[in-house]
C-alpha cells in the first residue's frame, strides 16, 4: 500500500495552478445597493455592519506543504449522499496541518494550526435532508444561524490577507488602465476555499468611472473608493458568517404526518395536532413530550416561497427545535390533503462557533460560510499549541487520526499520520511538517491559493488608477 501511495505525494513546487469554478447566483435590482451581495430580492439572510468571529491562525497558510490526495486511512473520500431533494453531493474529509514549527527535537503547531475539514462538493441548505460526516459519523443538517456583515472603508492589498465576515481577501492583481480596468482579488475562506480570480462585484463609488456598476461576475459586492499601487480602498465589502448550526445523529421519520399520529422516538415523543390548509399554505400543531423537560406545544406554518429553504425569516416558522428533538417541515408546499410532509430529527446538538466540538477537548468547532452564505464545511481545529517529541505518537480529534513524530535531526523530520490502525507513507520533511490530507473544496483551494501568493507584480507597470 505504502509503495502504490507514495504517487499521490507530492509538494506546491510541482503543481500547476489550480482555479475552482463556482457558479454565479443571479442578480437583481437590490444587488445595486451598495452595502448588499448579489442576492435576489429580498434577501435571505440577515444584514448587520461589523466583524465576524475570529480563528486562531485564520490567516497562516501551509509553508511549502505535502499534498496526499489519497487521505488519511479510513476516511470518508468522495463518498456520495443524496438528500431529500434528489440532489447528490460527494462528501470529503480533509486533515490539514499548517504553521508549524521544527525545533530541538520538537515540532510546535499553534493554536488553529492543525484541523479536520467536513468538505462537501457544494453549498447545503436546511430543509432538504442534508447530511454531513464529521469523523466519519453521519449529522443531519437542521438549521443554521447566517448573515451577511458589512465592512466599511476597508483596506485591500497585496502584501496582507483582509478579513471581511469569515472570509479573506488579497489584492491579487491592481488595475492597469486600458486594460484590466478593476482590481482582482484573491478570496478564500478560513479552511481553504478559494474562488479565482474574481472574487467581488467591481463597482466604482464615482458614477462617472468608467466599467462603474457593471453586472456582479460572481458573488460578493464591493464598491471601490479608490485605487494606489499595491491597495485598493473599498467603500464597503460584503462577506458572510455563521454563528451556530444544529445537528441532528438520527432522522427519526420523513413523510407525511396526519392529525392525531404520535411518533416514539428515543428522546421522546412528538404528537402531530390540527392541520390546517389555506390558499397560502397552512399551519401544523405539534406537541413534543420529552422524556426530560417540559412539554412544549408548536405551530408551524408552511409558507410556499422561492426564497425557501434559503430564507432565514421563513424557517424560523417552519422549524421546531426543543432540545435533542426537532420538527422540520417540507419548503415546497408541506400541508395537502390534511396531511403534512414533515422531518422528524432526533439527537439535536446546538454547535455553536469557536466552542468545542462535542465532548473533545482542546477541539473547537468552526463553520464555514460560501459567499452568499449556504453551508460549505465545517473545521474541527486545535484550540490550543501542541507539541510533539522525537519519537512520540499523539492522538488527534477524540483518537479519530494519530500523527507520529518519529525523528528529527536539525530541521529534518521524518512523521507519519494514521487511522483506524493504518498510516501514511512516511513523509520527510525540513522546518517543518505542514501538510494537506485529502481532496475537497477546500484542498483545491489551498493549492489556487498557494500558487496565488506566488505571483510577482510587474514593477514596471503603472499601477495608480483614480475614480
Known sequence: MKKSRKNFLVSTAALLSLSLALGAPETSRAAQKDVLPPFHSPLFFP????????????????????????????????????????????????LVIKGSRVQNNTVTIPAGGIYFDSSPARGEVPMTGAADFFLGK??????????ILVRKNVEVDSKHWTAVGNHLYRL????????????VLSWRTYDGVSIRPWAVTERWQDSRQSWANQTPMTYLQGVIAKT???????????????????WATRKDFFGD??????????????????????????????TVHPKKGHVRHFVLRDTPSPSLPESSALRQRMVAIDGPLAIVLWPKGSVHDQKARLWIYGGVREQKTNASFGTLKGWNYFPIACPIAHHIGGMIYNSRPIK?????????????????????????????????????????????????????????GILSTLDSTRLDLDPAVSTTQKP
Open 257 to 286: 404526518a396526519t392529525e392525531g399520529q404520535t411518533f416514539k422516538t428515543p428522546d421522546g415523543l412528538v404528537t402531530i395536532g390540527k392541520i390546517h390548509s389555506s390558499g397560502k399554505g397552512g399551519t401544523v400543531s405539534v
Open 228 to 246: 494606489e499601487k499595491g491597495k485598493v480602498l473599498y467603500r464597503t465589502l460584503s462577506g458572510t458568517e455563521i454563528g451556530a448550526e444544529w
Open 138 to 147: 453521519k449529522y443531519y443538517f437542521v438549521d443554521y444561524r447566517p448573515e
Open 172 to 183: 491579487l492583481s491592481p488595475p492597469i488602465p486600458k486594460v484590466v480596468p478593476n482590481p
Open 47 to 94: 444584514v448587520k455592519e461589523g466583524s465576524a468571529s475570529r480563528l486562531p491562525g485564520a490567516t497562516l497558510l501551509p509553508e511549502n506543504p505535502v499534498f496526499d490526495f489519497q487521505g488519511i486511512p479510513g476516511w470518508i473520500q468522495g463518498k456520495k449522499y443524496k438528500n431529500q431533494m434528489g440532489v447528490t453531493i460527494p462528501k470529503y474529509e480533509v
Open 388 to 444: 510533539l517529541s522525537a519519537g512520540q505518537s499523539l492522538p488527534l480529534l477524540g483518537r479519530y487520526a494519530w500523527l507520529k513524530l518519529v525523528s528529527v535531526q536539525g530541521q529534518k523530520v521524518l512523521f507519519e499520520v494514521g487511522s483506524h490502525n493504518q498510516w501514511t507513507p512516511l513523509i520527510t520533511k525540513i522546518g517543518n511538517i505542514d501538510s494537506v490530507f485529502g481532496e475537497g473544496r477546500a484542498v483545491h
